[in-house]
C-alpha cells in the first residue's frame, strides 16, 4: 500500500447531517479538533468546512484561492488536515469540502498562474486557465489584459514614485512593484534594462534577452531562452560590483525624474498588460471577474488543463479518503455546470470506485425554478430550503398592510420586481460595463457573420442586450451545442417579452435575433466558425446574466426594498411574501423524489441576518397594524433627530424603515437599555451592518465613492434614537416591542429546527447556530462561537420541555436539535429513504399548524410544527401555545400507523388518541413542536 492510498475500512459514516465550520487563521483545523466530539454527540455525521485552498493571506473566507496545489498554511496546512481527519475517523465522521473552480484571487504578488499570465500573456501555459479576451474591442488591449491595480489614475501614481522598478536576485528577474502587487517585466524586454548598465557583459546579456522575442511561436524555447538568460543576470548580478550595476540601471527608471518616469513608462507599456486605475475596471476589463471584484478573476475549468490543476489536490483527497464530498461554490459563474458537474462526478468515482460521490452545488433557485435532474449532483447547498421554511412561517395576511405601509411611508413601489429592474439597470450601466461591453461585442461577432444582420450596431446591441437582462427572471440558462430545452426556452421568453415592452421600436427585430443566437437556433447544425461564435456568445451573456442578477438583486435590491426585510435573504424572493403549507408540502416532495440528499439550511456565512432574526421578524406579519402604528409613532418621535443635508434628509425612510425592523429583529434577548455596555455592543453592530446596507444599495453612498456625511447621519440618526436618556424612552419601546413579539419569534425558529431536520434533505448547521442566531450579514454572522457554553449545555442532558422556561438562553434549540438528531440516527431509513406525506389537521386551530409524514417499511415519523402563533401565544411569555386553545384540533393519522401509540421523539411522552386521529391538546402539551415516531 502507498503512503496516502485509500486505507481498506475507510468507508464514509452515513450521511445524516452536516454542520459547516468557517475557517480561517483565527480558527485552523487543528482548532476543529477539539470540537468534533462534541459534533458528533450533537448528531452531526460529517464536518462541512468552508475553503481550505490556499487562500490571499489573512482571508477570512477562504475564497480567495491563491494556489489549488495546497492546504492553505494559514489553517496549519496539509499537516492540520490530517489531524483533523484522524480525529475526524476516529470518531465515525466525515468531512465535506468547499470548492471554488470559478475564479482566483489575482492581484497582489501571491499567484503564480496569474503573475506568469502577466510575464508572458498569450505563450503563457495559464493564459487559457483565465476567461480573458484577447482581443477585446478596445484595440489597445489587444493581446494585453487591462491591469486595474492602481488606486489613482495611471499618470498619478507614475509621477508619485509609488511604482519602482525592482530587481528580484533570487529568481533573476525584473518586476515593477506598487505596494503589495507585483507586475513582471516579460524577459524579452529586460534588454531596454540592461542596455542601461553600460557594461560590456551586461550588455551582451541585453542582447541574449532581446533575442527571446524573435521565437515567440515556440514557448518551450521561449521560456528556455529566458530561464537560461535569467541564470546568467543572477550570476552577474551576484558577482564583484554586479548589484551596484544593477542599482544604477534601476536608477534610470526611477519615475521621480522626468527622464525615468518616461523610460519606465516606455518599458511598461510594452509589457503583456496595461497598468490602470482600479475604476477603470467597470468599463474597460477584458477578463472575467466575480461578479465586480477585481481582485477574483474567472477561471475557466472547462479547459481540460485548468480542471485537471485546479482539482488535483482536491481529488487525491478524495481518493485517499480525506474528504467524502464537495460543494460547489458559485455553480452559475461556470461555461457550462451541468458539463463540469458531470465530470466531476466521473472524476471523483474514477478516483474512489467504491464511493457514491457526494456533490452539492450552490444555486440561487428562482421560486418557479427547479434544479436540473440531469447533473450528477446531490441538490443544493439549502438556500431554496431556506426560503421555503422562512416563507410558510409569515402569514400572507399581512401583506397588504405591510405593502401600503411601506409605499406610504417611503414612496416606493411595493412591487419588489420593481426595485430589482431598477436596480438592474444600475448594475449594468455602472458596476458590469465592462462585462456588458464583452458580451454585446460577441454578439457582434454574431452579427457580422451575416450580411442581413451585420449592420446592427454594436451599440444597439448593447441596448437590446441591456432590455433581456433588465427582464431576466432567473440566474442563467443552460445553452448547450444542442440549443435550449423546453425549461430555457420558457425563461428566455418571458426575459424577451418584457424586453418588447421596453427596449426602442427600432430595435425590437433584435430581440428576435437574440431569440435565434441564444440557442434558439440549435448551434450544432451551424458551420463551425458560427457554432463556435454563437456559444461563445451564449456562454458570455450566461457568464454575465449570473452576476448581474446577484448583484442587482441580492447585493442591492435587498438593501432597498423594506416590506419585511425577512423575506430579503439569500435564495428568496422578497416578491413572494409567504409560502403557503400545500406550497410547501408540494417542494417537499419534489425534493424527495429527484434529490433525496439536498443539503437543508436555515442560516449559512453569506445569509443577510441570522436565522431566529428571520423567524422573529416573520412575526410582524401576523401582527401588521400593531407594527404599523409602532413604526408611525418612531418615525414621529425621530423625525427632529434626521439632518437635512444637500441631496435629502438623513436617514432617507427606507433606510429609517429597514433600521427599526433591524433593531427589533436581532435585539438580544435580555438586553437591558439601560445596560450601557451591552446596549453599546449592539448598537455598533447595527452601525456596522447599516453601514453595509447604505453602501449596498447604492443610492447616496457606495463602496466606491463613500459619502461620508450620510453615513455619519445615519450612525448619529441610529446612536441618538437609542440614548438611554431620551425624554421619549424610544430605546426602551423598542427592547419592550422586540421582548413583545420574541416568543412567537422563538416558536417559529424551534419549528424551523424540526422542519429542517425531518424534511427529504440532509439538515445542516451553521456553526455556532444550536443557540440562537441573531446574527446579521457578514462579517457579524462569522463572530467566534462560545464553543465551551454548547459543549456544556449538551452535556448537561437536560431536555427541551425542562428547558423552555429558560428559553432565553438558547439550550431549548440545542437540544430540540439534538434529540431531532437522534431520532435521524435511530431511524435514518425513514428520513433518507422514506415518502413524504401531508398530515391532515382538523380544528379551530388548523392553521396554526404543520403537519407531515415520513413513513418507510412500517416505520413512521410525523412531524409537527406551530406557526403563525403571535395572536395565540397568550401572556405567559413562554414560546408555546396554552394547551387548551389547542382543544378541538387534531391531527389525522397516516394510516401505516393506526391504532398503533405514538411517541413523541422530543419530549418522551405518549399522547393518547382515538383512530385515526391525535389531539394537539396533548401532542402540544410540553414543546410547540413535536415528532412522533411509531414502528
Same mark, same amino acid.
Given at each position: ?442 454578439? &457582434? /461577432?454574431?452579427? +457580422?457573420?451575416? !450580411? =442581413?444582420?451585420?449592420?446592427? *450596431?454594436?451599440? $444597439?446591441?448593447? %441596448?437590446? #442586450?441591456? @432590455? ?20 430555457? &426556452? /420558457?425563461?428566455? +421568453?418571458?426575459? !424577451? =417579452?418584457?424586453?418588447?415592452? *421596453?427596449?426602442? $421600436?427600432?430595435? %425590437?427585430? #433584435?430581440? @428576435? ?36 442578477? $446577484? ?385
Amino acid at each position: 500500500m502507498t503512503e496516502h492510498s485509500p486505507p481498506a475500512a475507510a468507508a464514509p459514516p452515513p450521511l445524516l447531517a452536516t454542520a459547516r465550520l468557517q475557517f480561517h487563521a483565527g480558527f485552523t483545523l487543528d482548532d476543529a479538533v477539539p470540537l468534533v466530539p462534541y459534533l458528533k454527540r450533537l448528531g452531526i455525521t460529517h464536518l462541512y468546512a468552508s475553503p481550505i485552498l490556499k487562500a490571499r493571506p489573512g482571508s477570512t473566507h477562504g475564497y480567495d484561492i491563491v494556489d489549488h496545489g495546497q492546504i492553505n498554511p494559514e489553517l496549519g496546512g496539509e499537516p492540520a488536515l490530517r489531524r483533523l481527519h484522524e480525529v475526524l475517523r476516529g470518531n465515525g465522521v466525515g468531512l465535506i469540502l468547499d470548492i471554488v473552480p470559478n475564479h482566483m484571487g489575482v492581484g497582489g504578488s501571491d499567484n503564480a498562474w496569474w503573475m506568469d499570465v502577466l510575464e508572458w500573456g498569450r505563450q503563457s501555459p495559464y493564459a487559457t486557465f483565465f476567461d480573458i479576451d484577447w482581443e477585446p474591442p478596445d484595440r489597445s488591449l489587444t493581446n494585453r489584459m487591462l491591469a486595474p491595480f492602481l488606486g489613482a489614475p495611471y499618470g498619478e501614481v507614475l509621477a508619485s514614485g509609488d511604482l519602482q522598478l525592482r530587481y528580484e536576485p533570487e529568481t533573476g528577474k525584473f518586476a515593477a512593484w506598487y505596494y503589495e502587487h507585483r507586475f513582471p517585466i516579460a524577459p524579452q524586454h529586460y534588454h531596454h534594462i540592461l542596455a542601461a548598465v553600460g557594461d560590456e557583459s551586461f550588455a551582451q546579456l541585453a542582447q541574449e534577452f532581446g533575442r527571446i522575442g524573435l521565437r515567440q511561436r515556440d514557448r518551450a524555447a521561449s521560456r528556455a531562452d529566458a530561464e537560461r538568460a535569467s541564470a546568467a543576470l543572477r550570476s552577474l548580478a551576484s558577482g564583484e560590483g554586479g548589484g551596484a550595476k544593477i542599482e544604477s540601471a534601476l536608477a534610470a527608471f526611477d519615475a521621480k525624474t522626468d527622464d525615468g518616469r518616461d523610460r519606465l513608462h516606455r518599458l511598461l507599456e510594452r509589457q503583456h498588460y496595461r497598468l490602470a486605475w482600479w475604476r477603470a475596471a467597470a468599463d474597460e476589463i477584458n477578463w472575467r471577474r466575480f461578479f465586480d471584484i477585481t481582485s477574483l478573476a474567472g477561471l475557466r475549468v472547462e479547459v481540460p488543463e485548468a480542471f485537471d490543476a485546479t482539482h488535483e489536490l482536491v481529488l487525491r483527497l478524495y481518493r485517499e479518503g480525506v474528504v467524502d464530498g464537495v460543494r460547489i461554490d458559485h455553480v452559475d459563474g461556470l461555461a457550462d455546470p451541468r458539463a463540469y458537474c458531470r465530470k466531476l462526478h466521473r472524476s471523483m468515482q474514477s478516483a474512489r470506485p467504491d464511493r457514491t460521490p457526494l456533490i452539492w452545488v450552490e444555486k440561487i433557485l428562482a421560486p418557479f425554478e427547479a434544479l436540473r435532474t440531469d447533473w450528477m449532483v446531490d441538490g443544493t447547498t439549502g438556500y431554496d430550503f431556506m426560503d421555503e421554511v422562512a416563507g410558510v412561517l409569515h402569514d400572507p395576511a399581512g401583506e397588504a398592510p405591510l405593502s401600503a405601509l411601506w409605499t406610504e411611508n417611503t414612496g416606493r413601489s411595493a412591487v419588489f420586481e420593481d426595485e430589482a429592474r431598477e436596480a438592474r439597470r444600475q448594475i449594468l450601466r455602472e458596476n458590469l460595463t465592462s462585462e456588458l461591453n464583452g458580451t454585446a461585442a460577441a454578439l &457582434k /461577432r454574431v452579427a +457580422d457573420r451575416d !450580411l =442581413a444582420t451585420r449592420d446592427f *450596431t454594436l451599440t $444597439a446591441l448593447r %441596448r437590446a #442586450l441591456t @432590455e433581456v437582462l433588465v427582464h431576466f427572471p432567473v440566474y442563467r440558462l443552460y445553452i448547450t451545442p444542442g440549443g435550449r430545452g423546453a425549461d430555457d &426556452k /420558457r425563461i428566455l +421568453d418571458w426575459a !424577451l =417579452a418584457g424586453a418588447r415592452r *421596453t427596449v426602442r $421600436a427600432t430595435e %425590437r427585430p #433584435l430581440i @428576435e435575433l437574440l431569440d435565434t443566437w441564444l440557442g434558439g437556433e440549435a448551434p450544432r447544425s451551424l458551420p463551425p466558425a458560427t457554432r463556435r461564435e454563437r456559444l461563445a456568445a451564449a456562454v458570455r451573456f450566461q457568464q454575465l446574466s449570473a452576476p448581474t442578477a $446577484a448583484k442587482s438583486v441580492e447585493d442591492t435590491a435587498f438593501y432597498r426594498y423594506g416590506r419585511l426585510i425577512s423575506r430579503n435573504e439569500v435564495g428568496s424572493d422578497p416578491g413572494r411574501f409567504a409560502v403557503t403549507p400545500a406550497g410547501f408540502h408540494a417542494t417537499a416532495r419534489a425534493r424527495a423524489k429527484n434529490f433525496p440528499r439536498a443539503l437543508l439550511a436555515t442560516a449559512t456565512h453569506d445569509h443577510k441576518r441570522g436565522e431566529d432574526t428571520r423567524a422573529r421578524l416573520a412575526v410582524l406579519s401576523e401582527i401588521p397594524d400593531e407594527w404599523a402604528a409602532a413604526v408611525n409613532r418612531w418615525t414621529r418621535l425621530n423625525a427632529s433627530l434626521r439632518k437635512d443635508l444637500s441631496d435629502g434628509p438623513a436617514p432617507g425612510m427606507s433606510a429609517q424603515f429597514m433600521l427599526y425592523q433591524t433593531l427589533v429583529g436581532a435585539w438580544p434577548l435580555g438586553l437591558d437599555v439601560d445596560d450601557g455596555e451591552n446596549l453599546n455592543a449592539f448598537l455598533e453592530r447595527v452601525a456596522a451592518w447599516q453601514e453595509k446596507a447604505l453602501r449596498e444599495a447604492k443610492r447616496r453612498t457606495e463602496w466606491a465613492v463613500p459619502n461620508g456625511e450620510y453615513e455619519a447621519a445615519c450612525r448619529d440618526f441610529l446612536f441618538a434614537m437609542m440614548a438611554p436618556d431620551r425624554p421619549s424612552h424610544l430605546g426602551a419601546e423598542i427592547a419592550a416591542f422586540a421582548r413583545r413579539i420574541a416568543p412567537a419569534g422563538a416558536v417559529n425558529s424551534l419549528s424551523q429546527v424540526v422542519l429542517r431536520c425531518a424534511s427529504p434533505g440532509v439538515p445542516d448547521l451553521y456553526q455556532g447556530t444550536e443557540f440562537w442566531d441573531f446574527s446579521l450579514v457578514d462579517p457579524d454572522n462569522r463572530r467566534p462561537v462560545d464553543w465551551a457554553a454548547r459543549r456544556e449545555a449538551l452535556e448537561s442532558g437536560l431536555g427541551p420541555a425542562e428547558l423552555l422556561d429558560q428559553w432565553h438562553d438558547g439550550r431549548v434549540k440545542q437540544a430540540v436539535l439534538f434529540r431531532a438528531l437522534q431520532l435521524r440516527a435511530a431511524k435514518p431509513d425513514v428520513f433518507t429513504e422514506g415518502a413524504y406525506q401531508p398530515v391532515a389537521v382538523e380544528g379551530p386551530l388548523a392553521g396554526n399548524v404543520l403537519a407531515f409524514a415520513r413513513i418507510h417499511r412500517g416505520q413512521a415519523v410525523v412531524t409537527v410544527a406551530t406557526r403563525l402563533s403571535a395572536g395565540v401565544l397568550g401572556d405567559s411569555g413562554v414560546p408555546k401555545v396554552p394547551p387548551g386553545l389547542w382543544r378541538g384540533t387534531e391531527l389525522i393519522l397516516p394510516r401505516v400507523a393506526e391504532g398503533r401509540d405514538w411517541r413523541d421523539a422530543l419530549t418522551g411522552t405518549t399522547p393518547a388518541g382515538s383512530g385515526d386521529r391525535l389531539g394537539l391538546e396533548e401532542v402540544l402539551a410540553g414543546l410547540p413542536v413535536a415528532l412522533l415516531e411509531v414502528g
